[in-house]
Every structure is written in structure tokens, then in C-alpha cells.
């Protein structure tokens, strides 16, 4: 049967599994949308800005581990779509971002709206194809789909010529490259048991490696059979379960100093799926030249970009996990059960929320503490970069089938977008999105696909009137001379309820309760804009001003 280039692209999408697009529809892919039109399996979810749809794509990916897909038109579409590459590249999710192109042949004449994307996207992603050839299709995508998802995941751009996409080919058998686990070495998955047998001081890094590859139950066990504790890398949180006796607590912005110090001092690191970003090595100072460092990745690229490890493993984090598993002993390891509590301990002091009785403003940890222990456990949090994720970072545990989505790159406007992908992949659980005023109006444009859609997820708006996180940079580095960091608002309950949705604002904790329960009453998209003091910087300001 003769296809044209739009239902062969379609038909390579439904192969692949895929369920959702998010993308801004444009002139340059009309053949793909009306291929889309055709079928049930596929939905288009038309969201009001490419970057919104990027970060949809990209939230979606992390909340089902699978491959995202997101669409744009040719240069600007493509070009607002590219935040979201950056994360997923930054966050190793595995996305394919399908863009139109100009026509072949007005190729190189800066004809209308054209870009090359193998140069733009050159740093951005790891793999830029044009398909200019209809009969390609189907090789090429399904190629796409197998580069974003193997090895360490990430980003895929396909660029889709528009003329290209009106040829006929043949239906093609072609079938998705599925790939089994990448196993280590036998010999030194036992030499490894042996050395961490023999470790004092050992300590292992959760990084996102151990969520993708859904390692947390057998990191668990293994933490538990060797009494070794625990910790997750950057906005990794639930590689681990935040109330098991042997988590220590997280790294990145906020790590506390005895952590840092607890593991700069071990004789033994075990690295899982971590790539050792700035955020987790607190620019590069986490790891001592003298510890034993094992450090166990898919790609062999992560090994040795940050530290030499001296027993480098190339292995599926979980793939790891379970050939350990079958060789340690439990009976045969140094005694670390002392060591493992009062490390635990200081964790648990450190983020233990002290109910608070503030009446002036609403509390970033009062709203968390009411999450935390009236939601269910499954709860989605996702945020922005912003000084409001120090309390979570500090003070939410993430538990069982909890989740959190956050932006390891620091992209100010993914909380809103990548809550409404997770909540469209996992429709029964509860989904909060925390952002910053100055975030949240970055792609506040996305409630209404989220009203339009009807995905029912809250919003949180933590409004300080202020780019904060910058203010407190300007104040350590150039005291009293903020610039550039006041903001004014809108009315972010009336805006919500403008759009179509529910909207409220909660100004001091008591209201917290009530607030959250009306938004998950109101079963449509919610925002609950939050009036927190200004003057209080991020949770450790808080602490400090506490003792
Ligand atoms: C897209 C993007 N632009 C700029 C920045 C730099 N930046 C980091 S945090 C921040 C301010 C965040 O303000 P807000 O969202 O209101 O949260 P707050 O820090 O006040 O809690 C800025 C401008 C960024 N990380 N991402």
C-alpha cells in the first residue's frame, strides 16, 4: 500500500508505542497532522507555546520512563522548542523532537523561516537528522527512537522537510530496535563485592541511571545486605526512598555541610547512573583523590569526564544491582551499622519539618508537611528552578511510588508544562507543580492547554514578587545593590479562574488545608498562588533564622 511521507512518519510513531505529541501545529508538517487525524492511538495535545511543549514531552518522558515526543514548525517553532531539549539533554531523558523544514529544494537560500538544525541543535541533543529521502522513513525514525532511548538517554531532532513529506513510498517492514540490558563483567561484579566487604566508610550515589532503569527496589535490598548508606544525586530524589533507615539525604543546591564531608571522606564510592554533574559534586569539590571510586554507567562517555574511578563499569545500573546481588554476603562485611545511624540520623534532624505556628505568611514547609502526610504516597511533585525548591529539596521525603520531576539543567518555567505530561500519563495520582512567580509566568500560557485538555493538576505559584534566587546571589556576591530583581504581578488566582480553571490564594498556613483540598476538589486544572515572606531567602535562611 502507498503511503505519503506524513502517514509513513505516523505510522513509525504508533510502532514505537507512542501515545501522546505535544507540539504548536504548523504549516511546515500538515501531511503528519493529517495522518494523526486518521488514527486512534496517537493524540496531538496542541499546547499554546513550543517551549511548553517541550517541557510536556520531556515531563511525560521522566513520569513513564519511555520516549517523549514533541512537534514544532520550522525556525521559530524550532527554536522555542529548544529548552526542553537542552533538559532532556541536561537530564538524560530520552525525547524525539519531530520539526519541519523548508522545502528541499529552497534549501540554503534563507528561504522562509529556515534553520539548520544540524548546527543549531549540534550541542543540544544527541542526534540531528534530516530525512530527505521519503523512503528513509521509516530506518531513520525508528533510528531516532532507538538513539534517544539506549545508552545514557536523551534528545533526538528529526527535521522534516515539507515537500519531502508529500512523496509516496511503499509501507516498509521495519520494526523498533529493542535492546536487552547492557550486563557487566562477571569477574568484576565479584571483585567489587569483595571491595565493598572490606570498606569502613563506604557510601553509594543514586543518580537518575537507577530510576531509568528501575534499580530502586534491588538498590534497596543491596543497601540493606551490605548496611551501606545511601544518597541521590541532583533532583534524583526518588532513586531511593527517602524514609529508609539507610538514606542519608541529597546532593546539589542546599547539600548539607556534614554530608559533604561524610563523603568526601569515604574510602569507597559506589557511583550508580550518575554523571557527576556540577550541581552534585558542588562544582566539582565532592569526591577525594584518594577514595576507592567504582563507578558504574551505561555510557562509557560519563566514565572519567569528572573523576578518574578506579574500577570503571559499564552496565545498566539495575542489570549491575542484581548480578551484585547474587555474589555479596551479608555475613562478610566490616561492621557499618553504627555508622549508618548516626549518618541517618543527622539526615532525619536536618529535614524533619518543626511545625510552625507563623500566622503572617504561608510556609513553603507547612505546604509540603500537609502534602507529605494527607496525599497519598504516589503524589507527583514537579518544580522549577527556583529559591522555593530549597524546601523541597530539604524537607519532602519521597516515598514508595512518589516521584518528583525537576529540571537538573535549571530551567525556569518546567514545573506548570512537565506536571500537565505527568499527569496525563498517570491520570489517578495527585500532581503539584511548584514554581516561582518569575518562573510560572514563563509558560503560564500552558494552564489553558491544561484547562482546554481538562488534565487536572495544581499549580502551586510561590509569589515573592521577585526574581529571589537571584536576589540572593546579588546579596552574597554584591551586598545592597539588587538590580534587575523586582517584579509585579498579576492577580494569580483571577488569572487562573480567567483561563477556566479554579484559583486561590493562601496567605498564611492555616489556609493551606482547606486550599489544597477545594483544588483537588475542583477535578480540573487548580492554581493556589502562595504568599511566602519575602525576607526569608530559601529553607536554610529559614533554619538559620530558626536556631
Ligand atoms: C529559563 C531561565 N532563565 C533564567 C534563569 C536564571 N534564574 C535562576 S532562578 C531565577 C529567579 C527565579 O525566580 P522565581 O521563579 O520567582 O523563584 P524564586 O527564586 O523567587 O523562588 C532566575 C532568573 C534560569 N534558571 N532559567
Not at 300 to 321: C, E, K, M, W
Request: glycine share 8%; hydrophobic share 40%.
Amino acid at each position: 500500500m502507498k503511503q505519503h511521507g506524513g502517514q509513513s512518519i505516523v505510522d513509525v510513531l504508533q510502532k514505537e508505542g507512542v501515545k501522546k505529541i505535544f507540539g504548536v501545529p504548523g504549516e511546515s508538517y500538515l501531511n503528519v497532522l493529517d495522518a494523526i487525524y486518521e488514527q486512534e492511538q496517537i493524540e496531538f495535545i496542541s499546547t499554546r507555546q513550543e517551549g511548553g511543549a517541550s517541557f510536556m514531552a520531556e515531563g511525560y518522558a521522566k513520569a513513564t520512563g519511555d520516549v517523549g515526543v514533541c512537534m514544532a514548525t520550522r525556525g521559530p517553532g524550532a527554536t522555542n522548542l529548544s529548552i526542553g531539549i537542552h533538559t532532556a539533554q541536561q537530564d538524560s531523558t530520552p525525547l524525539v523532537a519531530l520539526i519541519g523544514q523548508v522545502e528541499r529544494p529552497f534549501k540554503y537560500r534563507e528561504a522562509f523561516q529556515e534553520v539548520n538544525y544540524l548546527s543549531f541543535f549540534d550541542d543540544l541533543c544527541k542526534w540531528v537528522v534530516e530525512i530527505d529521502d521519503v523512503k528513509r522513513i521509516p530506518e531513520l525514525l525508528h533510528r531516532a527512537f532507538h538513539i534517544a532511548r539506549s545508552g545514557r538517554p536523551g534528545p533526538v531532532v528529526v527535521s522534516l522537510p515539507e515537500d519531502m513529506q508529500d512523496d509516496f513510498i511503499e509501507e516498509v517492514l521495519y520494526e523498533p530496535i529493542k535492546l536487552g540490558a547492557v550486563l557487566p563483567d562477571e569477574n568484576l561484579v565479584k571483585d567489587i563485592s569483595q571491595q565493598l566487604s572490606e570498606a569502613k566508610k563506604p557510601v553509594i550515589i543514586a543518580g537518575g541511571g537507577v530510576i531509568l532503569s528501575n534499580g530502586t527496589d534491588n538498590l534497596v535490598e543491596l543497601s540493606e545486605k551490605l548496611d551501606i548508606p545511601v544518597v541521590t544525586a541532583f533532583r534524583r530524589f526518588h532513586a531511593f526512598p527517602n524514609d529508609h533507615p539507610n538514606y542519608i539525604g541529597t546532593l546539589g543546591i542546599g547539600a548539607r555541610e556534614s554530608l559533604l564531608e561524610y563523603i568526601y571522606n569515604s574510602d569507597l564510592v559506589l557511583a550508580l547512573g550518575t554523571k557527576f554533574s556540577q550541581m552534585t559534586t558542588a562544582d566539582y569539590t565532592l569526591l577525594n583523590k584518594e577514595s576507592k571510586l567504582i563507578h558504574v554507567d551505561i555510557s562509557p562517555d560519563v566514565i572519567g569526564r569528572v573523576y578518574n574511578s578506579s574500577t570503571p563499569v559499564v552496565a545498566d545500573a539495575n542489570a549491575f544491582l542484581e548480578s551484585l546481588l547474587s555474589v555479596v554476603n551479608a555475613e562478610e562485611q566490616a561492621d557499618r551499622a553504627e555508622l549508618v545511624k548516626s549518618v541517618n540520623k543527622d539526615y532525619v534532624e536536618f529535614s524533619t519539618i518543626n511545625e510552625s505556628e507563623q500566622a503572617e505568611f504561608a510556609e513553603m514547609k507547612s505546604i509540603l508537611n500537609y502534602i507529605q502526610k494527607e496525599l497519598p504516597t504516589d503524589t507527583i511533585i514537579t518544580s522549577d528552578a527556583g529559591n522555593f525548591f530549597s524546601w523541597i529539596s530539604r524537607y519532602y521525603r519521597f516515598i514508595e511510588e512518589g516521584m518528583y520531576l525537576g529540571p537538573t539543567s535549571g530551567a525556569m518555567g518546567y514545573g506548570m508544562p512537565s506536571a500537565i505530561g505527568a499527569k496525563l500519563a498517570h491520570p489517578d495520582r495527585h500532581v503539584f507543580s511548584f514554581s516561582g512567580d518569575g518562573g510560572y509566568m514563563m509558560t503560564l500560557q500552558e494552564f489553558e492547554t491544561a484547562v482546554r485538555y481538562n488534565v487536572p493538576i495544581i499549580a502551586v505559584v510561590v509569589n515573592n514578587n521577585l526574581y529571589g534566587t537571584i536576589h540572593a546571589h546579588q546579596e552574597r556576591k554584591f551586598p545592597n545593590r539588587s538590580i534587575a530583581i523586582d517584579l509585579t504581578n498579576p492577580d494569580f488566582t483571577e488569572l487562573a479562574k480567567n483561563f477556566g480553571g479554579h484559583g486561590e490564594k493562601v496567605t498564611n498556613n492555616d489556609d493551606i488545608a482547606g486550599a489544597i483540598q477545594r483544588a483537588i476538589e475542583a477535578k480540573g486544572p487548580a492554581l493556589i498562588e502562595v504568599i511566602t515572606n519575602p525576607e526569608i531567602l530559601s529553607a536554610s535562611h529559614e533554619a538559620s533564622l530558626e536556631k
